[in-house]
């Protein structure tokens, strides 16, 4: 059996799971609102005999699984916890910070077993959440280029920079989402080359990051799977929405993506940091420069592959995943 860990709203684990249903691959999947509760587990004097979980009313031996994949989400154990005859708020606290953290402890475990005796995985739970600053200086140890990068909260600083650079700002690790009423904000990489630091910014604010502003031919976004990558380039720099993000999706002039090959000794760069950051799959995102330079910007371990690699790639992606899991089911 393969267990599926994901988010409802996934598209492509339900792709995956239309090719698994083709190879007659027996699955379970895992979303955070699936009920999961532990029945037993049981230690004897050599080994683990038992370790149930019972998944949406299913009873699951954990080492009937023999293959996994962590898309996204995570697993969620049922955490009811009767308060009857204790009034204090304080003690309600207290009792609920320690049965939390026992169930913490269970989840970890849980992982474990899995990642210890499955016959094989894609995607690493420890590693869902990367620190983009880990990422960029893992980059430079492995001879990857990066866009100059500087993190400031002054003025002068920033100044400084801005003089030196045509230069761009974008969250330390994650964009910016939110709504008022109906309208969305977001905020993901800005142009600040335009901006007058002198009058415009104030003395002091908040850490933020500023990076170099590449001039670009075009993007590159890769998908990288058990030592493969799949490539494909964006033409974004001809749309002046996309210009700078290509992220900042144009729908009524969408960017053109064709199939792309990086030149070996970029992947070779790259398969370095992906095994340095222990991850065994992500989607990377690169710049080609004017100057015929690749930039790396960064890679999400749980990152969008499917309309923006697979289809324009024609890398059938959802298959290739569905068959390493499938080639998991049949170790006996």
């Known amino acids: 059996m393969i ?7 996934d598209g492509s684990t339900i792709n995956v799971i239309d090719w698994l249903t083709y190879y007659n691959v027996d699955f379970i999947r895992i979303n955070p ?36 994949w962590y898309r996204r989400g995570g697993i969620v154990l049922d955490n009811k916890i009767n308060f009857d005859g204790i009034e204090n ?31 094989g995985s894609i995607g690493n739970f420890e590693k869902r959440h990367v620190n983009k600053l880990v990422v960029l200086e893992a980059a430079i140890k492995c001879g990857i280029g990066i866009p100059k990068t500087a993190i400031f909260q002054t003025k002068k600083d920033t100044e400084a920079f801005s003089e030196n650079n045509k230069i761009v700002t974008k969250g330390i690790q994650t964009n910016l989402s939110t709504y008022h009423g109906n309208v969305p904000y977001n ?3 800005a142009d600040m080359s335009n901006y007058d630091f002198k009058t415009d910014s104030p003395n002091n604010f908040f850490p933020t ?7 670009k031919r075009y993007e590159i ?28 999706y144009d729908f009524s002039k969408p960017n053109r993506f064709v199939p792309y090959n990086l030149p070996q000794n970029v992947e070779n760069k790259l398969l370095k940091l992906m095994e340095l950051l222990c991850l065994d799959t992500g989607s990377i995102d690169l710049i080609y420069s004017v100057s015929g330079d690749y930039i790396f910007l960064e890679v ?32 006996v």
């Open 209 to 215: 990051l500023f990076q170099e502003k590449i001039e």
């Open 89 to 119: 708020i304080d003690i309600q606290q207290g009792i609920f910070s320690h049965l939390s953290f026992e169930l913490h402890t269970l989840i970890d475990f849980i992982y474990d077993i899995l990642k210890k005796n499955t016959k």
């Open 3 to 9: 267990l599926i860990i994901s988010n409802s709203d």
């Open 300 to 331: 999400n371990p749980v990152g969008q592959y499917g309309g923006m690699v697979s289809a324009p790639g024609n890398y059938y992606l959802d298959r290739e995943i569905a068959k390493i899991l499938q080639g998991y089911s049949n170790f």
């Open 221 to 248: 976004r890769t998908f990288f799977l058990k030592g493969k990558f799949y490539s494909v380039a964006i033409f974004s720099q001809n749309n002046p929405n996309t210009q700078v993000d290509y992220r900042n």
């Open 33 to 68: 609102e699936s009920k999961i509760s532990l029945k037993k587990i049981v230690f004897d004097k050599d080994s683990i005999s038992e370790f149930i979980l019972v998944i949406d009313g299913v009873e699951i031996n954990l080492f009937d699984i023999k293959g996994f």
């Open 187 to 189: 905020y993901l990489t």
